[in-house]
């Protein structure tokens, strides 16, 4: 059984940065793909970015390039959302997911396992 758990959530101010974790727990984790997705009120689940396997491709969607890095550490069962310049369109549940696969995906519906998500809210 695969276990992912986010922290890290909370409110900010615009501007601001937070740093989301999630654990996981349940096979080997370096075998994962890992990304993150965020799910704002009466919005569809959105892809954020992921990370490769071996910690070495980064991929993000183009409204939180520059401002978002993910990292890993596979040696933790780790993996790491960090946010600067937060907007308040940034404001969404997080979460992270894992695909067992070894393709590069960003669709939601291609992630094996998911978190139980975390609030992120950005105040104007």
């Known amino acids: 059984q695969v276990q992912l758990v986010e922290s890290g959530g909370g409110l900010v101010q615009a501007g601001g940065s937070l740093r989301l974790s999630c654990a996981v727990s349940g096979r080997t984790f370096s075998l994962f793909t890992m990304a993150w997705f965020r799910q704002a009120p009466g919005k569809e689940r959105e892809f954020v970015g992921r990370?490769?396997?071996?910690?070495?491709?980064?991929y993000y969607t183009n409204s939180v390039k520059g401002r978002f890095t993910i990292s890993r550490d596979n040696a933790k069962n780790m993996v790491y959302l960090q946010m600067n310049s937060l907007k308040p369109e940034d404001t969404a549940v997080y979460y992270c997911?894992?695909?067992?696969?070894?393709?590069?995906?960003?669709?939601?519906?291609?992630?094996?396992?998911w978190g139980q998500g975390t609030q992120v809210t950005v105040s104007s």
């Open positions: 997911a894992a695909d067992s696969s070894h393709l590069y995906r960003n669709a939601a519906l291609d992630y094996d396992y």
């Open positions: 990370i490769s396997r071996s910690d070495t491709i980064t």
